[in-house]
């Protein structure tokens, strides 16, 4: 009883996150081409023919850049909520198209996943947990502020991909024109490395074996200080900085005694089995 997660690319030049099980998985977002979501996937030893579905969060681009070409070329349903669909302009066949509701419970094979609403400056936003038996996985980014639903999701991940898309200082400090500061910090936008960790702090579960800090911004952020941040708050929880350049490698995530495996890039015969 296990699920496998990895960041295919995090940041605002495209973000996507894969999420499943030996048979079946899920993409959250797909920000990036469809050729790098091939290779990407494929370095790491997933299967494409494992992908069962796409779930959008919101309309920005850093999000449903690859998402047109992907339906059209594996044929998989695009869920999606009607607001965000609406700003699409169409990008993906009617045929594809799976349109979901806050708080819908949706079966992908043996994998529940569950959209929630969230505070982004977008039409519909939504955050997901994505549940195997009893294992919760929790996708969220894009986040302008910290609400009372991110807060009980949040409390019962086992692994989570959290925002944390900024520095105040290097914000503060940066060029970056005034209104653009503005839309970032503003409620509506991204949340802080603070806000994150913060929500870390008071809401992390016992059982979380696993955070990924998703989702930095290029200018205002930096990895070696939002990992030292965060690990210091730590305890157990094995705390990765998703990159905005390459993939993560994939996290083996289990409800008990959660062990870190890492599947390298060249995987064993036994190892590679589990994708095919």
């Known amino acids: 009883m296990s699920l496998y997660i990895t960041s295919l690319n995090s940041g605002s030049n495209g973000n996507c996150y894969y999420i499943g099980n030996k048979t079946d998985a899920v993409l959250i977002d797909a920000g990036i081409s469809c050729r790098e979501i091939e290779k990407r996937m494929l370095r790491l030893g997933l299967s494409m023919s494992n992908l069962k579905a796409v779930f959008i969060s919101h309309e920005h681009s850093d999000h449903i850049r690859g998402v047109s070409i992907l339906a059209k070329k594996y044929n998989l349903p695009i869920y999606i909520s009607s607001g965000t669909l609406a700003g699409m302009s169409n990008l993906i066949e009617d045929s594809l198209v799976k349109v979901f509701n806050g708080f819908d419970e949706i079966k992908i094979g043996e994998l529940k996943i569950t959209a929630f609403p969230k505070i982004h400056d977008a ?80 809401h992390k579960p016992r059982h979380m074996s696993h955070l990924l800090l998703s989702h930095l911004s290029k200018d205002n952020n930096c990895p070696e200080l939002v990992q030292s941040l965060f690990s210091k708050q730590c305890s157990e929880t094995k705390i990765i900085v998703a990159s905005r350049f390459v993939e993560t490698p994939v996290y083996l995530i289990e409800a008990k005694n959660s062990t870190d495996y890492i599947f390298p890039i060249t995987l064993k015969p036994l190892q590679l089995s589990l994708f095919d």
């Open 123 to 202: 039409s519909d936003p939504h955050s997901f947990i994505i549940t195997f038996e009893n294992i919760n996985i929790g996708v969220f980014t894009d986040l302008g502020s910290v609400c009372k639903n991110l807060i009980t999701y949040f409390k019962q991940c086992h692994a989570a991909f959290l925002e944390a898309n900024y520095d105040e200082e290097l914000l503060n400090s940066g060029n970056y024109p005034y209104y653009l500061k503005n839309r970032i910090r503003g409620g509506n936008g991204h949340l802080s490395n603070h806000q994150a960790l913060e929500l870390f702090k008071t």
